[in-house]
């Protein structure tokens, strides 16, 4: 453990909020409005309301998703509620009034929740506090503690009209065996019938960990406090606490002067804290009780809190990070057929996502307005206009960096790619970044601005052309035939004004530009349609880019790539390239150590191939791997890598960008991803985790097991660790008594992570967690676990042991013994020798044979404590 002290604290909770405020909730389905007082509980676990019934509804904070307040709340559309809102007046002001609260399991499960305050503006500042509490990390990084308190709270919430807690409440919350909640509740001298109920004040705290403990027993627990109490003693002192950190819940690696161990003068504090019994607390003990409750504390937490909070120097160009990225956002389903929607923009920008995909089609008359859907399908379609809006309004709600906007533009019509250049100034303004930065001119070797640079702005990716003057919308005749602008590069290819073309230069991008014809005239020949339906998809088809739309694009210019050579040759840091799936992964395989390096100058972006009709996604590590930054998934779709990608971008302050390795940003450093062996500066991790044991994993009683997993580079472990069965189908508190699982040879920590999932016999998941590697600590955490959708689970939970350490080979085991403590070691060796003595009669050569020997090319011998270079040196110096 680093710290005695949780880093982040939980979210403070306003008095307004908790004292409540008056609002008419209202339905559109059902055309009821209901005066309701709505508030938050004074922990912040619970967005609830209450009619005039006494009747409540609850939120759980961490199922909100989005609120809305003025012109972006709901508008009624059913006569009679509008009617009741005097909404046909002209001074109904019921705008600055309107409060909409977004809650739903994922993105597009959605349940919109809306209320109507009496006063003006009191909807503004209840939108914005609620989605505050929301958004705070430690609201879906709780402690196991946390989680624990929310159920007592909404116990002691949801009482009867008589105001008490009723029983069946209890079979409610706990299913999976309702023998051991009666059980449980006899055990605390309280009423265990269905139709009981219970004083809420013969239900305090105390009680209700009491309860807890006996329908939940932690006899692994148990264990450990035994093996570190004292003799014969039903306690542990403070003194046998101080050892129990600094042994086994503090990182072996950690600098002892920079994060100095636990001092039992400190430990007391912990036990004021957890320890139930006054008496104890007075004496410095804490007994087993009150160790279960410290191991659940925000002290004992799975994840480092600093790498939650924005840790990271965002001042690198802007190719330096990984950036959360989305593949055609508006779809809400299947690439084929579905609904499109505006608000899957609002979702995936609000879950931290940075770049999000339009795909834009001419609009029919009479209105021609421009469109956006997935084209040559049976999806639906949105209006282009609907669309900014939706990113006009969520774009910065939780992260201030910059969203990128990539167009795939099909728009053929002058007039409308004007009309969708208006609408991103109009509705974007001052956050639409339309020149180039002063410092930062677009010229080749001039690295991009930084995320910090380019804060709060909204960036263009489409086409860019030259023109030769100003051009009119309306004005197709200044347009050379079929559309194209006037351009000075070769067969139309968008030319740079300072880029010098050679022969050779020519002749590649003529090559391209052959591959590439487009058909603008709206009909497609047969090569063209086959080219839609290939893993490319409508991407190769796109359109010119007029001047209107050209003119917004600078620092992301789309073009097509065509060698590593000639990219690095060009170094245009403005400049980037897409690629499928497909493509990338035969460039990685081909020439991973030119892909890494090309991602250092600039940026791309990978995404699905056009085959996944269901909208299922690839896994992104291996392109996180080659450093590639857009790694564009289908958030619609929560599989694996979608969940993988979540919970990474969960870090860092939830900004959306991820600053890569040292050696992915440096051109003077090496770096293949598919190297097995070492990594140059870079200390591997060996990671053991033990299962011991898992609490309410399930609201039935069934047999469960445990998969552990590690994402990484190629070289990493690549085994998928599986505990047996639980003994009996004991879903609430069952224990595996397995060996650990061990990773030996993690080759870099930074782009690892570690999966853990529970599932149920037959296969049915449970609740999983995805955490990096660097996030990890050392010792014994209960392990909060996630749904499918990344949302945090209330009731459910493991029990593990982490131990990461520098990985050292076999060969040098002896050695980092000896460093690590001599005397100890020597004291061994010398024990050693004797015992050799008396069978061989002679003594070894004292030490030669613990320093491992190596060979230098001549042939002869070197200490390996000698040498200056290699990886395993660095391992033993930097872990002492």
Partial sequence: MSQLNPVLLPPVVKAYLT????????????????????????????LYWTYQSKEMEFLDITSIRDTRFGKFAKIPKSQKLREVFNMDFPDNHFLLKALTVVSGPDMVDLTFHNFVSYKENVGKDWAEDVLTLTKHPMTANAPRSTFLDKILVKLKMQLNPEGKIPVKNFFQMFPADRKRVEAA????????????????????????????????????????????????????????????????????????????PARPEQVQALIDKYEPSGINVQRGQLSPEGMVWFLCGPENSILDHNVLRLHQDMTQPLNHYFINSSHNTYLTAGQFSGLSSAEMYRQVLLSGCRCVELDCWKGKPPDEEPIITHGFTMTTDILFKEAIEAIAESAFKTSPYP????????????????????????????????EPLEKFPLKPGVPLPSPEDLRGKILIKNKKNQFSGPASPSCPDEQKPGGEPESNSPSGVPLEDDTVWTGEDRTEAKEVVDEEEEEESGSLDEEEIKKMQSDEGTAGLEVTAYEEMSSLVNYIQPTKFISFEFSSQKNRSYVISSFTELKAYELLSKASMQFVDYNKRQMSRVYPKGTRMDSSNYMPQMFWNAG????????????????????????????????????????????????????????????????????????????????????????????????????TTNSINPVWKEEPFVFEKILLPELASLRIAVMEEGNRFLGHRIIPINALRSGYHHLCLRSESNMPLTMPALFVFLEMKDYVPDTWADLTVALANPIKYFNAQDKKSMKLKEVTGSLPEPFSSVIPVARQSNGASVPASNRSTGTKRRCLVQST
């Fill in 403 to 434: 969203v990128i906007l990539s167009f795939e533009n099909h728009v053929d019509s002058p007039r409308q790619q004007a009309k969708m250049a208006e609408y991103c100034r109009t509705m974007f303004g001052d956050t639409l970044l339309t």
């Fill in 185 to 260: 509740l006899s055990a605390c001298h309280l009423a265990k019938g269905k139709n009981d109920t219970i004083n809420p004040e013969d239900f305090p705290e105390s009680v209700y960990k009491s309860f807890l403990m006996s329908l939940c027993p932690r006899p692994e627990i148990d264990e450990i406090f035994t093996s570190y109490h004292a003799k014969a003693k039903p306690y542990m002192t403070k003194e046998h606490l101080t050892k129990f950190i600094n042994q086994k819940q503090r990182d072996s690696r950690l600098n002892s002067l920079l994060f100095p």
């Fill in 628 to 727: 590639c930054q857009m790694v564009a998934l289908n958030f619609q779709t929560m599989d694996l890598p979608m969940q993988q990608n979540m919970a990474l971008f969960e870090f860092n302050g939830q900004s959306g960008y991820l600053l890569k390795h040292e050696f992915m940003r440096r051109l003077d450093k090496q770096f293949n991803p598919f190297s097995v062996d070492s990594i140059d500066v870079v200390v591997a991790t060996t990671l053991s985790i033990t299962v011991i044991s898992g609490q309410f994993l399930s609201e039935r009683s069934v047999r469960t097991y445990v998969e552990v997993e590690i994402f990484g580079l190629p070289g990493d472990p690549k085994r998928r660790y599986r505990t047996k069965l639980s003994p």
């Fill in 19 to 46: 004292q409540g405020e008056r609002f008419i909730k209202w339905d559109d389905e059902t055309s009821i409005a209901s005066p309701v007082i709505l508030r938050v509980d004074p922990k912040g676990y619970y």
